[in-house]
């Protein structure tokens, strides 16, 4: 399986404490509300499961997917949606739930598309957030880890498909992204 190299890592311990810590603070802020956690597919599904575990209120779900980088580690800055939400946000408290913020740009186009559609509030939750490669400004309300500019898999996470099931957040050796 596999294993632990050298580099930037987030331990297992180290997560769980984090997102346990993060759910208190929407459990917070969204008492006596029933937030829609909206994740964006794929990568956030590991982060919204386990976010959503450790919530004391109650909150509802849905995803929607968008195109994601492909086989390469640099974003093109197109978006697409490739499956949108099952209902309605008219009204609702809704939350995105995102795996990590890099240029911004995904997250930047799925917030304007989401408010167009007459959420009751709308906030931004992520797990990762690499603030030194902003290219475009978006309000991100939950930060898990702010992250340096490195190609990071695991927890959700991929390159090329592989490594989500990490339990840990790891960077990409340069063997594995020549080994594609
Ligand atoms: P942005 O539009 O540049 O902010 O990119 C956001 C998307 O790029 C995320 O949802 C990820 O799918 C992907 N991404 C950015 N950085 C990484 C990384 O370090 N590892 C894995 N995916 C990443």
């Known amino acids: ?65 968008v195109s994601s980088y ?3 580690t640099e974003t093109s800055g197109e978006v697409k949606i490739l499956k949108d939400l099952s209902e309605s946000i008219d009204g609702k408290d809704v939350i995105i739930v995102e795996d990590i ?25 992520v797990f990762l957030d690499k603030k030194e490669r902003r290219v475009v400004e978006v309000p991100v309300h ?9 190609f990071l898999v695991g927890y959700g996470l991929d390159f090329a498909e592989k490594y989500r099931q990490l339990k840990y957040i790891r960077e990409l050796t340069p063997e594995e992204v020549k080994n594609v």
């Open 1 to 65: 399986m596999n294993q632990k190299k050298g580099g930037f890592l987030i331990s297992e311990k180290e997560i769980k404490e984090r997102v346990k810590a993060i759910a208190d603070e929407i459990s917070r802020d969204y008492n006596g509300k029933n937030p829609l956690l909206v994740g964006i597919l794929k990568g956030a599904f590991i982060f919204l499961a386990d976010l959503i575990r450790e919530l004391s209120i109650d909150a509802e779900v849905d995803f929607l997917a």
């Open 101 to 125: 913020v890099d240029t911004g740009l995904t997250l930047k186009y799925l917030y304007e598309l989401l408010k167009t559609r007459n959420p009751n509030s709308l906030k931004i939750c």
């Open 70 to 72: 492909g086989k390469a």
């Open 142 to 150: 939950y930060v898990g880890f702010e992250v340096p500019d490195l």
